[in-house]
């Protein structure tokens, strides 16, 4: 009789849930229903922010549906590549979008799913000395960034512009293996830029994101998943934000790093932070092209 009548409070509590949902039905409902588990998350500030996604590959396509999927108010993708049959094991591209600029794909596709956020898009690679200047211009107008990049130079050239210029990201890349891969979010002036991880010498796994080679989607879609999780975190000032996440799906095993500033980081430390060295908001070609020398060979 009281498994009779349990059944009956059950039904009739998922009626009332059903009629509440009916009644609020918009595509932030199931979102905002996070708040009814004592999370005081006001969601609809997550309209007022604006999100920049460097690179949109593997990582940035399952990042940019999601935050989109989210309600942010405003996204910009940059991304110089075209799509190539050998990206078709990724969660958005698909045969037609062979040929096609990555971002223009996107943007299509991201309209569709959500109309209301803002959408801007640049077909450039960031390190071209030509666009430099219209690139700090335009990650001083997000309000957080998220790394979607593949390669070791451009990560570290992001790595210092978002240093240099005060904006939060969230860096983030599978190994070469494509087994693995890392979320450190960067808080400059607070939290080890990435550039402080190899300084300080911290004993972590060889595959750190390299350059791709290997690409599972699975792998790809868990290191987004939580690099938006960290976004929404950061964004709507909830939960504790992780320091250096670590994901090995051989071991099965989610890794956790504790990092710190290192002072004499040459990116984030004291002095270089002061004098807007190398990477401050101008830089040469002189000393770009020096700085990914010396990252090849680091890399080698």
Not at 290 to 298: G, H, P
């Given at each position: ?193 990435a550039q402080c991880l190899s300084s300080i010498g911290l ?19 868990i290191l987004a998943s939580v690099q938006i999780q960290e976004m929404l975190k950061i964004l709507l ?64």
């Amino acid at each position: 009789m009281s498994v009779l009548l349990q059944n009956i409070k059950n039904t009739e509590s998922i009626k009332i849930l059903t009629m509440k949902e009916e009644k609020n039905n918009n595509r932030y409902t199931r979102l905002k229903a996070i708040k009814e588990f004592g999370y005081n998350i006001e969601w609809d500030d997550l309209k007022t922010y604006h999100v920049g996604i460097i690179g949109v590959g593997g990582l940035g396509t399952v990042s940019s549906e999601m935050a989109v999927r989210c309600g942010i108010g405003e996204l910009t993708l940059i991304d110089f590549d075209t799509v190539d049959i050998v990206n078709l094991n990724r969660l958005m591209f698909r045969e037609e979008h062979i040929g096609k600029s990555k971002v223009k794909v996107v943007n299509e596709i991201l309209k569709k799913i959500n109309n209301d956020v803002k959408i801007n898009y640049f077909q450039q690679d960031i390190m071209d000395i030509e666009f430099e200047s219209k690139f700090i211009t335009e990650i001083r107008k997000m309000d957080i960034i998220l790394n979607g990049l593949d390669n070791i130079p451009a990560r570290e050239y992001l790595n210092a512009k978002c240093v240099h210029n005060e904006i939060t990201y969230i860096d983030s890349g599978a190994s070469r293996s494509g087994l693995s891969g890392y979320v450190h979010p960067i808080i400059p002036n607070k939290t080890a830029c990435a550039q402080c991880l190899s300084s300080i010498g911290l004993d972590l796994p060889n595959e750190r994101g390299e350059p791709c080679v290997a690409s599972l989607p699975s792998t790809l879609a868990i290191l987004a998943s939580v690099q938006i999780q960290e976004m929404l975190k950061i964004l709507l000032n909830f939960g504790k934000t992780i320091d250096y996440l670590m994901y090995d799906m051989i071991q099965g095993k989610f890794l956790s790093y504790k990092t710190k500033r290192d002072p004499k980081c040459s990116i984030c430390g004291d002095k270089s932070y002061k004098t807007k060295s190398r990477f401050g908001t101008q830089i040469s070609k002189k000393d770009l092209d020096q700085f990914i020398d010396k990252t090849k060979k680091e890399s080698d």
